[in-house]
């Protein structure tokens, strides 16, 4: 039987299609200013017994599509334990939100942190601060470990933080040291969200940020447990989604 | 609206344009979230009656009653004694302070980081938008929290007569010395308001006309740990909200007859929501009209609301005053005792919340609670921590929400909302 699970996100939409307990597929699209659209090309052509929504817009596909939905805390959940059954708290750092989840032994959510209202310390505000130092995000990532130091960034509102990047420059700051202390300031964000979870062994980091190596050598050093990343990290919720479809075939 | 209220409230100087945009967003949002529900009880074509005269006939009321001699006195808190205002024969209503209404106004006067409840005061009276407001010969402000208290002292210089009553901050014999003190205090401020001399007797027949609304509301409390829930989580809102502007007799029968119709739906086993639906208690800040915002999006999230723990609802409403005793003295000392129960999280330190919404939640069957802060109450805020914490030591779960009147963190609030529901009676997970 096939599964498919589709993640609605504010940057992204992803899909995965589950078949016998084997991922078969997954792509990632743009959102884009009309993401239903995008969501009916992106499902054209496949075939599958059920179909599961998540993500920001889920509601919106749901009305489409009349498909049951589950949270992306649930999504994300669930997606971790498929790639890492041992997992016990999960990051995801996506285009317009930061969420953790605690698991329990049995794998259920004891807790979650979400930020709320505005983007500060997502993937939407790495990409502003990657753009206005004229990084692709692909570099960002790189060049930031080769700094000797960081420069300290003290405000997380996106506006204000790309005022300050730009000051730093202005002021003789080297490049690489500013694009480290926004990877620092991003990272103590989301350790504040992981802090409020309690204790926990091991950390699954999904999202489009978990890309990046050096938000990945940050959180393994200041955490000190195992940090584990998916091959596709951006497909974790609707990898989720497609195993809550599996769940409701099997019942 | 039958009547035309129009000339009444053109004399009130209320300003008819705003007034009239005001009325057509709470009509709008009264469809939305109070008619569209299912299976409502018929009974809650009282509320909706009384709703829909809000602005009308209830202030036509009000001023037919000053028109005899009789006095308004609006409050914004439950620690102000609604049995010496009946005992007067004046009458007593909460003021309008639950929507994003004139917060441009309001921002003149206050910093923008003051709670909502706060700037929404002021923008309804800066905006002339409130006919309670607009009725009342005498406003009284408390001083439950720093935002309260100071604003209070800019609100004088727009509203005529505020009256500030003193709230202590612990519940020490000093304190509750302070208390009683106040309360006698008051009780002189509202005869001087009035010409009419607090007896035993007066005071006795308006602790009882309380006391008889409060049990009607206990009473609908207790029906709501039924599972199947006989009536939804906003309706028993409205219904508490309703409470603070309705005469508390004509309100009393009412509810009282809501509940003999939620006793024959328990009999039948029928419900709003199936057997076995996630149920929510809700546990924070008072949730004021026209602020339905959070339960709308609990109740639209699979859930049932089965208890409000809040000064608009079980907080505010618990516990009776002793009708026993027969002089003054005695009746007041009752009366201090009741009020000085209520556990506001103004008050250090305040277990006594704690337990009881470990109480409630427990009677009510909750399968959580979700807390609710105005954004910027520190009270509240702050007090979720420890709140959250021994809530943990009895198993029961807890989402902090922390937001304000605006529609624009909806979306994230319902993520949160669902994802919380969503916990609830997880199977282990099988790979």
Known sequence: ?251 | MAADYRPMWTELGMDLKAHDALLDALGKAYQDVFLSQKVRPEGMSYLDFVMSEVHGLRIKELNDARATGRKVVGTFCVFVPEEIVLAADAICVGLCAGAEFGFEEAEKLLPRNTCGLIKSAFGFKLTKVCPYTQSSDMVVGETTCDGKKKAYEIFKDIQPNVYIMEIPQMKNTADRQLFASEYWRFKEAVEKLTGVTITAERLKKAIITVNNKRKALHRLALLRATDPAPISGLDSLLINQVAFYDDPVRFTGAINKICDELEGRIKQNSGVAPKHTPRVLISGCPMSVPNWKLPLVIETSGAVIVGEESCVGERGQRNLVDEKPHTIEGEMEALIDRYFKIDCAVFTPNQDRTDHIISMAKEYKADGVIHYALQFCSPYTVESYLVEKELAKHGIPMLKIETDYSMEDVGQLKTRIEAFIETFRQPAWSH
């Open chain 1, 1 to 251: 039987m096939v599964s498919l699970g589709i993640d609605i996100g504010s940057r992204t939409i992803k899909v995965a299609v589950l078949e016998d307990g084997h991922l078969k597929f997954s792509h990632v699209s743009d959102s884009s200013y009309d993401p239903m659209a995008i969501a009916h090309k992106l499902l054209e052509g496949l075939e599958y017994d059920s179909i599961t929504a998540t993500g920001y817009g889920r509601h919106n596909f749901k009305a489409h599509f009349d498909c049951p939905v589950i949270s992306e805390i649930k999504a994300f959940g669930q997606g971790a334990l498929f790639f890492f059954p041992e997992t016990a708290a999960i990051l995801d750092i996506g285009g317009q939100d930061t969420k953790t989840i605690l698991l329990d032994a049995s794998g259920r959510v004891s807790k979650f942190e979400m930020n709320d209202r505005c983007a500060a310390g997502t993937g939407r505000f790495m990409e502003i601060m990657a753009n206005a130092l004229h990084y692709t995000m692909t570099e960002f990532g790189k060049v930031a470990r080769t700094a000797k130091s960081a420069e300290k960034i003290s405000s997380m509102c996106t506006v204000f933080a790309e005022s300050e990047v730009v000051s730093l420059i202005n002021s003789g700051a080297d490049r690489e040291g500013v694009a480290l202390g926004i990877h620092e300031a991003i990272a103590s964000r989301a350790l504040t969200m992981l802090g409020k979870l309690g204790d926990f062994k091991n950390l699954v980091f999904a999202g489009g940020v978990a890309y990046n190596p050096c938000m990945r050598q940050i959180l393994a050093e200041r955490l000190g447990i195992p940090i584990l990343v998916p091959v596709d990290p951006q497909i974790v919720g609707a990898v989720g989604a497609a195993l809550e479809g599996v769940g409701r075939l099997a019942s």
